[in-house]
Nanobody, 116 residues
Protein backbone atom coordinates (compact mmCIF):
# COMPACT_ATOMS: atom_id res chain seq x y z
CA UNK A 1 0.00 0.00 0.00
CA UNK A 2 1.10 3.57 -0.71
CA UNK A 3 0.34 6.73 1.23
CA UNK A 4 0.60 9.97 -0.71
CA UNK A 5 0.68 13.54 0.59
CA UNK A 6 0.62 16.56 -1.73
CA UNK A 7 1.90 20.00 -0.82
CA UNK A 8 2.81 23.28 -2.47
CA UNK A 9 -0.55 24.52 -3.67
CA UNK A 10 -1.74 28.06 -3.17
CA UNK A 11 -2.83 31.30 -4.79
CA UNK A 12 -0.76 32.65 -7.67
CA UNK A 13 -1.26 35.37 -10.26
CA UNK A 14 -1.63 34.54 -13.95
CA UNK A 15 1.79 34.01 -15.48
CA UNK A 16 3.24 32.91 -12.18
CA UNK A 17 4.77 29.61 -11.07
CA UNK A 18 4.19 26.98 -8.43
CA UNK A 19 5.93 23.73 -7.55
CA UNK A 20 3.86 20.88 -6.18
CA UNK A 21 5.34 17.98 -4.25
CA UNK A 22 3.97 14.55 -3.46
CA UNK A 23 5.65 12.58 -0.69
CA UNK A 24 5.13 8.83 -0.86
CA UNK A 25 5.51 6.21 1.83
CA UNK A 26 4.62 2.63 2.51
CA UNK A 27 5.86 0.80 -0.56
CA UNK A 28 8.53 0.72 -3.21
CA UNK A 29 8.12 4.15 -4.78
CA UNK A 30 10.38 3.53 -7.76
CA UNK A 31 8.22 0.75 -9.26
CA UNK A 32 5.12 2.91 -9.57
CA UNK A 33 4.01 5.03 -12.49
CA UNK A 34 3.33 8.38 -10.87
CA UNK A 35 0.94 11.03 -12.09
CA UNK A 36 -0.71 14.34 -11.44
CA UNK A 37 -4.41 14.80 -12.05
CA UNK A 38 -6.65 17.78 -11.44
CA UNK A 39 -10.31 18.50 -10.87
CA UNK A 40 -11.86 21.90 -11.38
CA UNK A 41 -15.24 22.81 -9.85
CA UNK A 42 -18.07 21.17 -11.74
CA UNK A 43 -15.71 19.15 -13.93
CA UNK A 44 -14.41 15.62 -13.99
CA UNK A 45 -10.94 14.74 -12.79
CA UNK A 46 -8.49 14.88 -15.68
CA UNK A 47 -4.98 13.69 -16.36
CA UNK A 48 -2.29 16.36 -16.25
CA UNK A 49 0.91 14.34 -16.59
CA UNK A 50 2.50 11.00 -15.77
CA UNK A 51 6.00 9.63 -15.36
CA UNK A 52 6.85 5.94 -15.51
CA UNK A 53 9.31 4.05 -13.36
CA UNK A 54 11.75 4.38 -16.24
CA UNK A 55 11.31 8.14 -16.48
CA UNK A 56 9.11 8.38 -19.59
CA UNK A 57 6.70 11.28 -19.40
CA UNK A 58 3.33 12.12 -20.86
CA UNK A 59 1.52 15.47 -20.77
CA UNK A 60 -1.96 16.73 -21.51
CA UNK A 61 -1.92 19.09 -24.48
CA UNK A 62 -3.18 21.91 -22.29
CA UNK A 63 -0.02 21.91 -20.15
CA UNK A 64 2.70 20.93 -22.64
CA UNK A 65 5.58 23.35 -22.55
CA UNK A 66 4.43 24.89 -19.25
CA UNK A 67 4.43 22.02 -16.74
CA UNK A 68 7.25 19.60 -15.93
CA UNK A 69 6.90 16.38 -13.96
CA UNK A 70 9.87 14.81 -12.19
CA UNK A 71 10.58 12.24 -9.54
CA UNK A 72 13.30 11.66 -6.98
CA UNK A 73 13.28 7.97 -6.14
CA UNK A 74 15.85 8.44 -3.38
CA UNK A 75 13.47 10.83 -1.61
CA UNK A 76 10.24 8.99 -2.56
CA UNK A 77 8.94 12.28 -3.91
CA UNK A 78 7.12 13.38 -7.05
CA UNK A 79 7.19 16.97 -8.28
CA UNK A 80 5.20 19.15 -10.64
CA UNK A 81 6.77 22.42 -11.75
CA UNK A 82 4.05 24.68 -13.14
CA UNK A 83 5.04 27.79 -15.08
CA UNK A 84 3.06 30.38 -17.03
CA UNK A 85 -0.03 29.53 -15.03
CA UNK A 86 -3.43 30.43 -16.40
CA UNK A 87 -6.79 30.88 -14.73
CA UNK A 88 -7.95 27.64 -16.34
CA UNK A 89 -5.28 25.78 -14.37
CA UNK A 90 -7.26 26.46 -11.20
CA UNK A 91 -8.19 23.11 -9.68
CA UNK A 92 -7.48 20.64 -6.93
CA UNK A 93 -4.36 18.72 -7.94
CA UNK A 94 -4.06 15.08 -6.98
CA UNK A 95 -1.06 12.79 -6.91
CA UNK A 96 -1.52 9.19 -8.11
CA UNK A 97 0.63 6.08 -7.84
CA UNK A 98 -0.19 3.13 -10.06
CA UNK A 99 1.26 -0.34 -10.56
CA UNK A 100 -0.52 -3.14 -12.41
CA UNK A 101 0.27 -5.67 -9.71
CA UNK A 102 -0.15 -3.44 -6.66
CA UNK A 103 -3.07 -1.17 -7.42
CA UNK A 104 -3.69 2.56 -7.67
CA UNK A 105 -3.51 5.12 -4.88
CA UNK A 106 -4.47 8.77 -4.48
CA UNK A 107 -3.42 11.64 -2.28
CA UNK A 108 -5.86 14.02 -0.62
CA UNK A 109 -5.23 16.83 -3.11
CA UNK A 110 -3.88 20.36 -2.95
CA UNK A 111 -5.69 23.47 -4.16
CA UNK A 112 -4.14 25.62 -6.88
CA UNK A 113 -5.84 28.93 -7.58
CA UNK A 114 -4.67 31.20 -10.40
CA UNK A 115 -6.20 34.62 -10.05
CA UNK A 116 -5.27 38.28 -10.05
Amino acid sequence: QVQLAESGGGLVQPGGSLRLSCAASGSIFRIYTMGWYRQAPGKQRELVTTITSGGSTNYANSVKGRFTISRDNAKNTLYLQMNSLKSEDTAVYYCNAANSGRGSYWGQGTQVTVSS
